[in-house]
């Protein structure tokens, strides 16, 4: 079996149980048409794969941190498990605080809005954090310099990007509720669920074979 094949089987095999169960489950007669149906799923795909994808460009620093550590600026590793520490942990504190804006800002301008800002913006700073560890991986310009203040640099693009993350959730809810039936939020809730841990996957599988097969420097580009 080719080894690419064994990395995505796991999720072929999720997503045909998926499949499966959700056309044995129960259908709730609630009036919907053929049309609202199609376009409900227009909806929630796009911005559900969006939604995953930003998963990816969350999680890429953890899944960088062993190739940063096997690699020696002045005999000692770029990036240290303190310092992923402290990078992490910046990332996360605004991660956290920005709900508080980013939700009142998503009821102010939309759903569809806010996930547009979310995933630019956090493309526009993983687009940085990649092109910081092209130049520190290759000798470019400026690679000691940015070297010797990696982590107050990743520190800082990971907060940036960690603030545009926080519109993705906020935005699928926005966006997909009034699309859902009371009786079908549950079903609603399955899905953002499945979105979730197909993010991890990419994330994760798809992190490490990037960063195993190219240079450190693609997992965020």
């Not at 998963?55 to 940063?68: C, L, P, Q």
């Not at 550590?69 to 498990?81: E, K, R």
Request: a neutral charge.
């Amino acid at each position: 079996m080719p080894v690419w094949f064994e990395k995505f089987l796991p999720i072929l095999i999720l997503l045909t149980v998926v499949g499966i169960v959700i056309a044995r489950l129960p259908k709730l007669d609630i009036g919907h048409s053929d049309a609202f149906r199609k376009r409900r799923v227009f909806n929630w795909l796009p911005l559900g794969l969006t939604y995953a994808f930003l998963y990816m460009g969350r999680y890429n620093v953890t899944v960088s941190k062993r190739a940063f550590g096997d690699i020696l600026h002045d005999g000692a590793p770029l990036m240290t498990n303190q310092d992923f520490a402290t990078i992490f942990f910046w990332g996360t504190l605004i991660y956290g605080c920005s709900f508080l804006i980013n939700g009142p800002l998503t009821d102010r301008f939309g759903g569809k809005l806010a996930i547009l800002i979310g995933a630019a913006g956090s493309a526009a700073m993983n687009g940085l954090m990649g092109l910081v560890t092209w130049s520190v991986t290759t000798g470019g310009a400026g690679a000691d310099v940015l070297a010797g203040n990696l982590t107050a640099i990743f520190s800082l693009l990971y907060a940036l990007n960690m603030y545009f993350q926080s519109f993705g959730a906020v935005a699928i809810v926005k966006v997909n509720a009034p699309w859902f039936h009371l009786n079908e939020r549950g079903v609603f809730g399955a899905i953002f669920g499945i979105l979730i841990s197909l993010g991890i996957y990419f994330a994760f599988d798809w992190g490490y074979m990037i960063v195993d097969h190219l240079d450190l420097a693609y997992v965020f580009l």
